[in-house]
């Protein structure tokens, strides 16, 4: 029986730019590149070398720790560089894309036949595992874990993001598969918004979230569910075109890593959909689609959590949206902050915007405001529905306090969990850098 969550805290900031559900044919240029740091928790060790010849589905790059979980390329074609930062760090694999796709067959599977260990070999060698991340330590899980469940939130909130259920849409069998496949590993939970479509998911349980962001984060939804104790395991999917992946896998028996994304954010001056490839470059999707002549910024995901990029950058493994919103770095605004600003969104009613109404408002890269003390003032609390004292948790892990950030459950927590409580500190801290370095030590601490 479905189960339905209300939760009173949260914020929806309306951006201007949502992309319209349409979508618009890109013709690729054909450069893509497998990103590492695109998979948390994984250090690479790269298979190939300058001038292989792979198909899509071979494996680009390993988990060094665990050698087994592989990552997949997207196309096939020839490998045109592994670029390496510092201390050899690799940046990403590079491949030139055939003009006629060929793919790896990895056959045709039913998955009502499996069970879970067959499911997770196919994942491991398909190169689709490490899509897969889990709780405690928001990290790309690895097979020897022992999941007590699986979590999949099919609900995008965060502003401007690409709406699943529009992404979906005729795609509701592979999802199926995907969750079947899912369930084969442990009793795996889906967590939809208010008058889903996706209600009626078979082999799943299925929880509505009704409430203002972030009700679709996936470690939300575990916390309200079943939250993690210290020494348990929960597998999550955060992103569930994932889902997807995996279901193509199992129904066609190649590695398809299509998928939706949106071009939004105020800068654009057409926000639409498009259909692309994990790892495809972004210079053909953004060529045109705002004006040069403005100092912008891009962000490769969404708003609140995706990372600066450029024009040449690559589609990210987890991202459904590029965004473009101004850099903010050529304002000129008279009177500065005696302003009423009725154009500019203010969470604590500082600008007399409130007045406007549900207006959507646009925002530009600038913090506002240089870091500053903590100050223990609730503001984290009123847009974190979890059971957890973020404020505490913050000071705990910037103090090195271990002891004192397992009480306070970290092992719950996610760097995207705190993204609306950075957006509303006012002592202008990176929280979801901290919460990252605080979990980085735990999982060293305890390896």
Avoid at 155 to 182: H, I, S
Wanted: net charge neutral.
């Amino acid at each position: 029986m479905k189960q339905v969550f209300n939760l009173r805290k949260g914020l929806d900031i309306r951006l201007k730019g949502k992309a319209e559900e349409q979508k618009i044919q890109l013709k690729s240029n054909g450069r893509y590149a497998l990103v590492p740091d695109d998979f948390e928790g994984v250090t690479p060790k790269v298979l190939v070398h300058e001038g292989d010849i792979v198909k899509a589905g071979d494996a680009l790059f390993v988990n060094k720790q665990y050698p087994q979980v592989r990552f997949a390329s997207p196309v096939s074609g020839k490998v045109t560089s592994v670029e390496r930062g510092e201390r050899r760090k690799v940046l990403c694999v590079k491949v030139e894309a055939d003009a006629t796709q060929q793919y790896v067959e990895f056959g045709k599977k039913d998955v009502s036949k499996l069970d879970g260990n067959a499911v997770v070999d196919a994942l491991l060698e398909a190169g689709l595992f490490g899509y897969i991340n889990q709780l405690p330590y928001a990290v790309s899980t690895n097979p020897e874990t022992k999941p007590k469940a699986i979590f999949v939130s099919a609900l995008r909130d965060k502003p401007l993001a690409c709406d699943f259920e529009y992404e979906v849409k005729g795609q509701e069998q592979d999802f199926q598969t995907g969750l079947t496949a899912l369930s084969k590993i442990a009793k795996t939970y889906v967590g939809v918004g208010k008058n889903s479509s996706l209600s009626n998911l078979q082999n799943v349980e299925v929880n509505e979230f009704n409430g203002s962001c972030p009700a679709g984060n996936v470690g939300v939804q575990v916390n309200h569910v079943s939250p993690v104790n210290k020494g348990e395991v929960v597998w999550t999917i955060g992103d569930p075109t994932v889902v997807l992946f995996i279901g193509r896998l199992f129904n066609t028996g190649r590695v398809d890593l299509r998928r939706t994304v949106a071009l939004c954010g105020s800068e654009v001056q057409k926000p639409v959909h498009v259909d692309m490839l994990v790892g495809e470059e972004l210079s053909t999707l953004l060529s045109n689609s705002y004006d040069a002549s403005h100092s912008v910024r891009i962000i490769n995901g969404n708003v609140l959590t995706g990372r600066q990029t450029t024009k040449d950058g690559f589609l990210g493994a987890h991202s459904s949206e590029i965004t473009v919103i101004p850099e903010g770095s050529d304002a000129d605004e008279m009177l500065g902050w005696i302003m009423p600003r009725f154009k500019q969104f203010s969470v604590n009613r500082s600008y007399f915007s409130w007045l406007c109404g549900k207006k959507e408002f646009e925002a530009d890269a600038r913090i506002k405001g240089g870091a500053r003390h903590m100050i223990m003032s609730g503001e984290y609390d009123k847009v974190l529905p979890m059971d957890i004292y973020g404020e505490y948790l913050i000071k705990a892990i910037i103090t090195g306090d271990i002891d004192r950030q397992e009480q306070l459950g970290i092992y719950e927590v996610a760097p995207e969990d705190f993204a609306l409580a950075e957006f509303v500190d006012s002592s202008k801290l990176e929280l979801q850098r901290i919460v990252r370095e605080g979990l980085n030590i735990l999982r060293k601490e305890n390896a």
